[in-house]
């Protein structure tokens, strides 16, 4: 198999020269070399890189290397399969899916296309969930966890995202080597209510996963995605302990 049928790779910085300002459609794999699925996929995309040649194309992109393109269309599971056309996202798949799941999105834009039907761009993100009100139980719980004295680490981790299960172990790896630190593992499929009234009461967007320290109702450090390391959460819960 050729290096040139085999997708090739694109990164955030040439994001838009490649993917939004393309002639054609461009269907891009967001994917790691951790994530299984990923590599069950490989195979699809190379097969698909075949048959559409010259037609649309077929790219991938490292999730773990090009944060920015993840957080912008909002990747919360890999691997997820983006397809866009005339500069904007018009099709998502999560999970690893069969060929016929993929050629059936791309014969419809390219018959759309052949009939002078413009692309219908889809949200890039998921809706936001509405604040919760000053008196809400979960905002209660929010102020109670974040007024303290003595620094807190929240992680907001996502069940269903493969890149949240991933970094989860850097999480875990810090609460196994410092047992006295506060924490609170927030899974926001079960607790959205108390994760929305986070991000409202402390000015952070929400995002998952995400890691905060918190103190005294401020946010000493914040990060999320691959950004979140077992040594930057104990850097940053040091400063916090510090500060006066």
């Not at 010259?54 to 983006?82: F, G, H, I, M, Q």
């Not at 991000?199 to 918190?214: D, F, G, I, Y």
Request: charged content about 20%; glycine content about 2%.
């Amino acid at each position: 198999m050729s290096d040139s049928v085999f997708p090739a790779a694109v990164t955030d910085a040439e994001f838009t020269s490649r993917v939004l300002q393309s002639p054609v459609p461009v269907l891009v794999d967001v994917w790691a070399s951790w994530c299984q699925p990923c590599v069950t996929l490989k195979p699809v995309m190379t097969r698909l890189a075949q048959n559409y040649r010259d037609r649309v194309t077929v790219l991938t992109l490292d999730a773990d290397s090009n944060l920015e393109t993840v957080t912008k269309y909002d990747v919360r599971a890999l691997p997820t399969v983006l397809l866009f056309d005339q500069g904007a996202l018009i099709g998502r798949q999560s999970g690893a899916q069969a060929l016929s799941t993929y050629t059936t999105m791309l014969e419809a834009r390219l018959s759309a296309q052949q009939a002078g039907i413009a692309a219908t761009p889809i949200a890039s993100s998921t809706p936001k969930v509405a604040a919760p009100t000053a008196d809400s139980p979960a905002m209660r719980d929010a102020r109670d966890l974040v007024d303290r004295d003595t620094p807190v680490v929240i992680f907001k981790h996502s069940a269903t995202c493969s890149i949240s299960i991933g970094v989860k172990r850097e999480y875990d790896a810090f609460v196994r080597e410092n047992p006295r630190a506060e924490t609170r593992l927030l899974i926001v499929q079960n607790e959205r209510p108390l994760s929305t009234a986070l991000a409202e009461l402390l000015r952070v967007q929400h995002e998952s996963p995400q890691a905060l320290v918190v103190r005294n109702g401020q946010v000493v450090w914040h990060a999320s995605h691959q950004r979140i390391t077992a040594s930057r959460i104990v850097d940053a819960l040091r400063t916090a302990t510090t500060m006066g």
